[in-house]
């Protein structure tokens, strides 16, 4: 099992990015998926996650109305589209696999710096 979270980068306040998670080792259409982020000298927190059966969605408050999950089974990829962006959703953004065979799975984090 594999996650491969990229797109991370440095912008403005008030850019867009689009963060893109990579799913291999496992079936991605049977799973629910989430997006968590760690800002420096903070405990990692959930930010969305998007259910394998109905595709329902969650988001975190801070980041609702701003943010965008989805998910592209076909392609074995989850999207965090990231509007209006704020200083304060600067951190490491890391995709995970909350339950897989009993362990949750995290991949390698990407980098969103948004400066002000």
């Known amino acids: 099992v594999q996650l491969q979270a990229s797109g991370g980068g440095l912008v403005q306040t008030g850019s867009s990015l689009r963060l893109s998670c990579a799913a291999s080792g496992f079936s991605l259409d049977y799973y629910v998926i989430g997006w968590f982020r760690q800002a420096p000298g903070k405990e990692r927190e959930g930010v969305s996650c998007?259910?394998?059966?109905?595709?329902?969605?969650y988001y975190t408050e801070s980041v609702k109305e701003r943010f965008t999950i989805s998910r592209d089974n076909v392609k074995r990829m989850v999207y965090l589209q990231m509007n209006s962006l704020k200083p304060e959703d600067t951190g490491i953004y890391y995709c995970?696999?909350?339950?897989?065979?009993?362990?949750?799975?995290w991949g390698r984090g990407t980098l969103v710096t948004v400066s002000s």
């Open positions: 998007i259910s394998s059966v109905d595709g329902s969605t």
């Open positions: 995970n696999l909350p339950n897989f065979r009993g362990r949750s799975y």
